[in-house]
């Protein structure tokens, strides 16, 4: 037996048959390079290399394991691990113009890039991706790809501001030109509102890690842990609550600073704010608020005093939710009074989606951060705009 997964995070895959005693090969396809729409498939092949069945019944699957082996066929040449590195991958531009297979030369150089190297150094990746989508703007499995390979550097040391941004807009893009992709709208849904979620989608990794370690084993290390977006539950639509089950808490609380007199934060925190819509454009989104201190001044958390606070601002739309305002960043096992970690705060919204203007969300950011070694602590806000998405792919 051998499997391929379509997942985003491979070792997510290997805690997974860590924890259900699965012992055979399992390859990995984040880039689905296979052009799959939809899984599971399985497929019987025999010894002569001829799919015997597509998603057989039991009884198939029996018969087949049952039957005799067929009779060695001659030997072959061996056929090579790997392909060669194609040759051409620096063709210029202009001279691509005239060369069909720059194109696939460059697809096939940016997808060595993320299949072989560690997540770093996918710059090069993410310059032919780009490159193909320049030229072809309904290149729809580039724009996927592009979006792997974005997300995969947004979750590594080489991360740049924009990347989780941009890597929602390339798989958007992506699901618009194949509506009907499966794997595409699940790897948008991983990261958005609960209204869009089939399942949760890694509510099995707390429970796995548990069974593992009462067995006597260690649990295969995760280089990013899922929260937030990733383990929350679906939720029906016309609820009235689109805050999540998990942590942070969404109160109430009104803003100890209504009228802004704080001192607005001047580059200790970068702040990002992201939106991935609903993929089925029924006026929903998740919203991840990413907080980053800065390296070059020294920045880190103050843990001693009030964690990091998010007020939302009620806005005029009609039937724009939450209604709810504040959300808490609390922090879990602190080593100490200072971090210096990234901090995400997740939240939900959902409007009426028959609305044609605009819609928007103000909102501010309260937090203590301290500035180098002496460890000077103050008090800062930071101003917020959330721009909603009015449609998404159908």
């Known amino acids: 037996m051998i499997g391929i997964t379509q997942e985003q995070h491979p070792d997510r895959c290997r805690l997974f048959m860590q924890w259900q005693g699965m012992d055979w090969p399992v390859m990995v396809d984040s880039l689905n390079r296979l052009d799959v729409k939809v899984v599971p498939i399985t497929l019987l ?10 998603n057989p019944r039991a009884d198939a699957l029996e018969a087949f394991l049952d039957a005799p082996p067929m009779p060695a066929s001659p030997a072959t040449e061996p056929v090579p691990a790997r ?11 202009e001279q691509a113009e005239t060369d069909a297979d720059a194109e696939a030369e ?20 993410i310059a032919l991706y780009r490159m193909l989508v320049e ?26 501001p924009t990347d989780f941004a941009e890597a929602i807009t390339a798989w958007s893009t992506a699901l618009s030109l194949d509506p009907n992709q499966y794997i595409w709208r699940r790897r948008i849904q991983q990261y958005g509102p609960r209204l ?7 509510d099995w990794v707390t429970e796995a890690r548990a069974a593992i370690v009462a067995r006597g084993d260690t649990p295969h ?43 607005r934060d001047d580059g200790l925190v970068t702040v990002r704010v992201i939106t991935v819509p609903d993929t089925a454009g029924r006026g929903a989104a ?29 806005g005029d739309d009609a039937g724009l939710q939450p209604s709810t305002r504040t959300v808490r960043h609390e922090v879990d096992d602190v080593l100490g009074a200072e971090t210096r970690e990234t901090r995400t705060i997740e939240f939900e919204v959902q409007w009426a ?31 917020i705009r959330i721009d909603l998405p009015r449609s998404s792919s159908p």
Request: charged share 30%.
């Open 135 to 160: 030229r072809d703007p309904e290149a729809r499995r580039a724009w996927f790809r592009l979006g792997v390979a974005l997300r995969r550097r947004s979750e590594s040391p080489a991360a740049r």
């Open 106 to 125: 460059w697809l096939a150089a940016a997808d060595r890039d993320v299949t072989w190297n560690d997540g770093v150094e996918l710059d090069e990746a």
């Open 286 to 314: 998740r919203v991840h608020v990413i907080m980053t201190p800065s390296v070059a001044r020294e920045a880190w958390w103050n843990n001693e005093v009030e964690p990091v606070m998010l007020f939302l601002e009620p």
């Open 83 to 93: 392909r060669p590195a194609p040759a051409g991958v620096d063709v210029a531009p």
């Open 196 to 202: 869009d979620k089939p399942y949760p989608f890694y």
């Open 221 to 263: 290390p995760l280089r990013v842990e899922p929260g937030g977006a990733e383990i929350a539950a679906p939720l029906p639509r016309g609820r009235g609550d689109a805050s999540g089950p998990a942590p942070p808490p969404v109160t109430t609380a009104t803003s100890p600073d209504p009228d802004g007199r704080v001192i």
């Open 353 to 383: 989606a028959d609305e044609d203007a605009p819609l928007a969300l103000d909102g501010h950011l309260l937090f203590y951060v301290c500035e180098g070694r002496e460890g000077t602590c103050v008090y800062r806000r930071h101003d």
């Open 45 to 54: 092949i025999d010894e002569a290399g001829i799919i015997q069945a597509v």
